[in-house]
């Protein structure tokens, strides 16, 4: 048996780097390496720079890192720095494409005018502007362009010659309906009332819904205050507007657990407004000679009214109060006020038991809170973001369109009538 050949200096250096390496804990490259070789192996392999190996000596060493490391697959070395790949986006309708064909959407050009435009003007306001006033100057230029669009439209688009007749031919039925109501008087008359309230909150209620009011108490309300003051006077109609508060607090917080402050608010609006201009309305019928001054109140209004749009179109040209109503007119308030006046007195000659005297004063009063009660309901129109309150006298709109004027210058017929020691 050949004696075991004593290993030569070549042979001890080999078996002593093989040992080393394999008592020698494995070290796993950092996470920075880990995605270079991740890298290389999706986009392939790319040359990495030279650098020294500076944990062992020797050119034989170094070698056997650039060749051999780099053929086992283990990652070793510096590599240069690659750019990140673009991220890509997913394109929405929205984005506005450059114009190549020639066939650039106008409506994008617009916008993009309007976004800019509108961001210059943010850019320009001070910085401590609160949101409330942001707010507000964009409901002015709202309301400024509203107005622009209604002073350039043609008298046709307005309403002219057609929408006049439209409006006489409603508004004759109504005042036979009112007149007879008002002559028959009684449970009639109360019955007519009731019905023209409730159609009225339903009018109102829907304006607002998204305040979330409750129609059920409003009706119920006017209902009452309405009745109270058939049966009682004017102590029994206020004590049922008291008692129907807490009516509209349940009913509002019942169906909606969350509360609605708001809603509460136009419920009450409703009551206070539609239902105690109703009860004055059976007060003044009930007092002496209370048939003839609702009358004469009626035609008073409507009257002026028909004045103040006539007289408007044909001669208006200083807005009253374009914020509220912008058809609105000076000339067309001072000739509704002479029309009003003059009829209430004209009314008045065929009624033995008026002296002239409390005739005027009766349609000076009419002429000055008629127009009041129609800027109201136009001032809450314009909130709510409606034209017409309903459609129930056509192109006279609803019971508030119609009755608007009317409920505020009934309660001045009656208390001038009780100044007058008639009611």
Known sequence: MPAPRRPTGDDVDDFDDRDDRERAPRRMPPRGRQREARFELEFGDFE?????????????????TRTGDRTRGTVSGTYDPVDPLPRS?????????????????????????????????????????????????????????????????????????????ARVLVAIPAAIVAILLVAAGGPVFVAGIVAFGLVGVWELTRMFEKTRPSLFAGGVGVLAVIVSAALW?????????????????????????????????VTMLGIAWIGLALGHVVLLRDSEHGAGIVVDVLIGTFLGDTGAYLGGRMFGNRKLWPRISPNKTV??????????????????????????????????????????????????????????????????????????????????????WLAMGMA
């Open 48 to 64: 990495p720079a030279e650098r020294p190996d500076r944990t062992r000596t020797g050119g034989s060493r170094d070698d056997r």
């Open 89 to 165: 986006r997913r394109p929405r309708d929205r984005d506005l494409l450059a114009d190549e064909s020639g066939t650039y959407d106008v409506r994008l050009e617009d916008r993009d005018r309007r976004t800019r435009r509108r961001v210059a003007e943010v850019e320009a306001a001070p910085a401590a502007r609160s949101s409330r006033d942001a707010v507000e100057t964009e409901i002015e230029a709202l309301e400024r362009f509203e107005d622009a669009i209604e002073s350039v439209r043609s008298p046709s688009d307005r309403g002219g010659g057609s929408d006049l007749g």
């Open 233 to 265: 006077d004017r102590e029994g109609m206020l004590t049922a507007l008291v008692a129907t508060v807490p009516i509209v607090f349940l009913s509002v917080a019942l169906s909606h657990p969350k509360g609605s402050m708001p809603g509460v608010a």
């Open 331 to 416: 000339e067309g308030l001072l000739i509704g006020v002479v029309v009003a006046v003059a009829a209430t007195w004209f009314a008045g000659l065929y009624q033995d038991w008026l002296s002239g005297t409390d005739a005027l004063l009766l349609g000076l009063a009419v002429a000055v809170v008629a127009p009041l009660g129609d800027l109201f309901e136009s001032f809450l129109k314009r909130d709510a973001g409606t034209k017409d309150a309903g459609g129930l006298f056509g192109v006279h709109g609803g019971v508030l369109d119609r009755l608007d004027a009317a409920m505020f210058a009934v309660v001045a017929g009656y208390y001038v």
